[in-house]
C-alpha cells in the first residue's frame, strides 16, 4: 500500500510541475541552453546529448546508401555527410564550450529534416571565431597485464562562416569478454564429458585520420570531409586439455576511406538545394586457423568494397507551416571477395566461395510536412527504389527488386510538456554483401557458406508514443511499436561439392512487438543534490516460423529485454562528477539446420567513474568499467542431421568469466 502511495505522489508533483524549458514558437521543439548544462562541466557534444531528457542516442545504420542510415543528432541543422567517420565519434570531437545550445525537435517541425527519425536533436555551435586544440589519451587496462590505449589530437578552428577540423586518433580495439573458463564438450550417447580449460585474449591497434572544411561557396554553404580508418585485431582461444592442447586464432583487418563533398544553398526565399556526393572504400581480411588434433583447420577470406553516391534534394517552404521536399539518390555498390578453407590439409570446397558482387540502386522521394493547426503536426511522403544486384564467380545471377516504401507520422501536442505520436512506415531492409560469400568463426559458428539468392526482408511498421517532460530535466517517453515481417533473413541449408552448410537465407514471415519506455528522472527533491537518474527499458516479443521443425521461435538474433540505468551526480564543490552504470547484458538465440546455439552474457554489467577537472581545460577520468565481471556463455547442442528429425549427439558448453577493465582519460583543451 506504501509503495502505490508513494508512486501517486511522485506522478501527482509530475502532473503538477510547470515547464522548465520555454518551447520555441513552434509547439515541439525544445531548446537547451550551454547554461542548462553548466553545472554538470562537460566535455563534448556527445556528453550533452548523453544529458538531454528522456532523448536516447541512436549513431545510425550501417545500410548502404545515404538515404535511411542517419543517426537521430544533426549539427548545425545538418546531416554530417559522413558514414564511416560515425556519428558520435563526430560529437566527441565537438567541445562542449563550442556549443551555444541543443534543440530537442520531437515529432518534426516544418523546415526540419527528420531523415527518418521520430526524434532528433540538433547541436547549435557558436558563430564566434575561435581556435581550439584538444589533447586526449586514455588507456585500459585488465589484471591479467594486457593494455589497450587509444590517443588523438583535434583541431577546430572557426572563421567567419568557415570551419576547419582535422583529428589524428590512435585507435584501440578490444575483446571486452576476454578471461578465462572452460569448455566441455558432452556425448549424449555415453553421457561422457570432456572438461577444457581455455583462455581468451583479444585486442589490436591501429590509427584514424579526419578532416573537414566549410566554407561560403557560390552564394551556399560547401563542406567537404575526408576519412580514413585502419582496424586490425587479433584473438586467440588457448584450450589446455590433457594430451590434447590446441589454440584457435583470428587475425582480421579493415581499412576504409571516404571522401564527402556536400552543398547547400538559399535559391531564393521559399527554395532551398541540397546536394552531395560520397565516395568510399574498403578492404577487409580475416584469418581462422585451428591447430586442434584431427581438425586442422585454416580459412581465409579477402573482401574489396567500394560505394559511389550522388544525392539532390530540393525544398519548398512557402510559409512557418509548410514544407515539401523532393529528390533523388543513386549509389553504386561493390564486393569482390575470396575466401578458401581447408580442413587437415585437404582444400574444402565452399558454396560461393568466390563473388563479385554489384548493386546499382536509384531512389526517388517525396515528403511534405504540414502544421494544420497549433497543436498538430504532419509528416507525410513516400521513397519508391529500384535496384539490380547482379553477382559473378562461382555463381552468375541478377535480380531486380522494386519497393514503395511510405511514410506518415502524426504528432498531437496539447502543451508545451506533452506529446502523442503516431508512425506508420514500410522499411526494407538491405541484402548483407558478406552473406553472398562463405565466411567464417572457427571458435564458434564454424564455416558458413555464402548464399546469392537472398531477397531484403520487409517490415510494415505501425508505432505510438507518449512523451511527457517534467521537473525542467525530467521526461517520461513510452513508445509501442508493432511490425509485421516479409522474408525474414536467418540461416538456411545450402548444399554443395562437400555437404550441406547453413548459409544466411530467408525463412518464413514473422512479427515483432516491442514496448519501449526511457525516464529522466532529477532527484534533487529527494535529497541528492544534481542527480539524474535515466532507465531505459525494451521489451521484445517476437516470432517467425522456423522451416525445419515447423514450430514458431524468437527471430535469429533478437534480445529479448534490455535495461540500461545510469544514476549521475555533479559535485560543484569538488568540480567533480560520480556516475555508476548498469546494464542487465543478453540472450541471443540461433537455429541452424543440426545446430541450436543460445549466446548469453550474465548479469550484471556495472560501471563505476568519477571525472574531476581542476580547470575548465582539464579534464581527469578514472572509471572501473565490468566492476563485477560478467560470464559470457556459449551453449550448442548438435544433431546428427536436421534437429526435427535426427537424435542430439553432442551438448558443447563454452563458459568464460571476464575481467574487470580500468579505465583513465586525461583530455587538455587549449583555447
Known amino acids: 500500500m506504501g509503495t502505490k502511495w508513494s508512486i501517486a505522489a511522485v506522478l501527482t508533483v509530475m502532473l503538477a510541475a510547470p515547464p522548465a524549458l520555454a518551447d520555441s514558437v513552434q509547439t515541439g521543439i525544445l531548446t537547451y541552453p550551454a547554461s542548462f548544462f553548466a553545472d554538470a562541466k562537460l566535455n563534448t557534444a556527445y556528453d550533452m546529448i548523453q544529458r538531454l531528457p528522456g532523448f536516447t542516442f541512436d549513431d545510425g545504420k550501417t545500410a548502404r546508401g545515404f538515404a535511411g542510415t542517419a543517426g537521430n543528432v544533426l549539427v548545425d541543422g545538418l546531416r554530417p555527410t559522413a558514414k564511416t567517420d560515425d556519428l558520435q565519434s563526430i560529437l566527441q570531437r565537438i567541445p562542449a564550450s563550442d556549443v551555444d545550445h541543443i534543440e530537442v525537435i520531437r515529432g518534426g517541425a516544418p523546415g526540419i529534416d527528420m531523415h527518418g527519425q521520430t526524434v532528433i536533436a540538433n547541436v547549435v555551435r557558436k558563430k564566434s571565431d575561435s581556435t581550439q586544440i584538444v589533447a586526449d589519451v586514455e588507456d585500459n587496462f585488465w589484471p591479467d597485464g594486457h593494455s589497450v590505449p587509444y590517443a588523438s589530437l583535434d583541431f577546430t578552428q572557426h572563421s567567419g562562416d568557415s ?100 552543398w547547400i544553398d538559399k535559391l531564393a526565399s521559399s527554395w532551398e538545394l541540397e546536394s552531395l556526393i560520397l565516395q568510399r572504400f574498403g578492404r577487409q581480411t580475416d584469418l581462422n586457423t585451428s591447430n586442434a588434433i584431427g581438425a586442422d583447420q585454416y580459412f581465409a577470406l579477402k573482401n574489396k568494397t567500394g560505394e559511389s553516391i550522388v544525392r539532390a534534394i530540393l525544398r519548398y517552404s512557402p510559409n512557418a507551416d509548410l514544407t515539401v521536399a523532393s529528390g533523388a539518390e543513386v549509389a553504386y555498390n561493390f564486393l569482390d571477395g575470396t575466401s578458401s578453407y581447408v580442413l587437415n590439409g585437404v582444400p574444402v570446397p565452399l558454396p560461393s566461395a568466390n563473388a563479385h558482387v554489384n548493386e546499382k540502386r536509384g531512389e526517388a522521394f517525396t515528403q511534405a510536412t504540414w502544421k494544420f493547426a497549433p497543436d498538430w503536426l504532419l509528416e507525410a511522403g513516400v521513397r519508391v527504389e529500384y535496384s539490380t544486384i547482379s553477382e559473378s564467380g562461382d555463381m552468375s545471377m541478377s535480380r531486380s527488386f522494386f519497393f514503395p516504401k511510405p511514410r506518415v507520422l502524426l504528432t498531437w501536442a496539447p502543451n508545451k510538456n506533452t506529446q502523442l505520436r503516431l508512425r506508420y512506415e514500410r522499411v526494407v531492409g538491405q541484402l548483407d554483401f558478406t552473406n553472398f560469400v562463405a565466411s567464417s568463426n572457427l571458435a564458434s559458428s564454424g564455416v558458413n557458406a555464402g548464399n546469392p539468392d537472398l531477397k531484403p526482408d520487409r517490415h510494415t511498421q505501425y508505432e505510438a508514443s507518449y512523451e511527457y517532460d517534467f521537473w525542467g530535466k525530467g521526461a517520461f517517453v513510452a513508445t509501442l511499436l508493432h511490425e509485421d515481417i516479409v522474408d525474414v533473413v536467418d540461416y538456411v541449408p545450402v548444399t554443395g561439392p562437400s555437404g550441406v552448410f547453413d548459409a544466411p537465407g530467408n525463412i518464413k514471415s514473422g512479427h515483432n512487438n516491442q514496448i519501449d519506455t526511457e525516464m529522466t528522472l532529477p532527484l534533487d527533491k529527494v535529497g541528492l543534490q544534481n542527480g539524474l537518474l535515466k532507465v531505459t527499458n525494451i521489451w521484445r516479443f517476437d516470432k517467425v516460423q522456423y522451416p525445419v521443425t515447423g514450430e514458431p521461435r524468437a527471430i535469429y538474433k533478437e534480445r529479448p529485454q534490455d535495461i540500461e540505468l545510469t544514476l549521475t551526480q555533479d559535485i560543484d564543490s569538488l568540480n567533480s562528477t560520480w556516475s555508476i552504470y548498469y546494464f542487465n547484458c543478453w540472450d541471443e538465440y540461433y537455429y541452424r539446420v543440426a545446430e541450436f546455439r543460445h549466446r548469453r552474457v550474465t548479469p550484471p554489467y556495472v560501471e563505476l567513474s568519477w571525472e574531476y577537472k581542476p580547470t575548465p581545460a582539464w579534464s581527469i577520468l578514472a572509471a572501473v568499467k565490468n566492476a563485477l565481471p560478467f560470464g559470457y556463455d556459449d551453449l550448442r547442442d548438435e544433431y546428427a542431421g536436421p534437429r526435427d528429425s535426427a537424435p542430439l549427439t553432442q551438448i558443447d558448453e563454452l563458459k568464460i568469466k571476464s575481467q574487470p577493465r580500468f579505465y583513465i582519460q586525461i583530455r587538455k583543451t587549449f583555447d
Do not use: C
Not at 566554407?215 to 588457448?238: M, R
Open 163 to 262: 570551419t576547419y577540423e582535422a583529428s589524428l586518433s590512435r585507435l584501440g580495439n578490444f575483446d571486452d569478454s576476454v578471461g578465462k573458463g572452460f569448455y566441455n564438450v558432452t556425448d549424449v550417447a555415453t553421457g561422457t564429458v570432456q572438461h577444457t580449460p581455455v583462455r581468451t585474449t583479444g585486442s589490436g591497434a591501429g590509427w584514424g585520420l579526419t578532416s573537414s572544411a566549410s566554407i561560403p561557396l557560390y552564394g551556399g554553404q560547401f563542406k567537404a570531409n575526408l576519412t580514413y580508418q585502419d582496424a586490425p585485431f587479433h584473438g586467440v582461444n588457448i584450450y589446455t586439455a590433457p594430451g590434447n592442447s590446441w589454440t584457435i586464432g583470428d587475425d582480421s583487418g579493415e581499412q576504409d576511406g571516404e571522401l564527402g563533398l556536400h
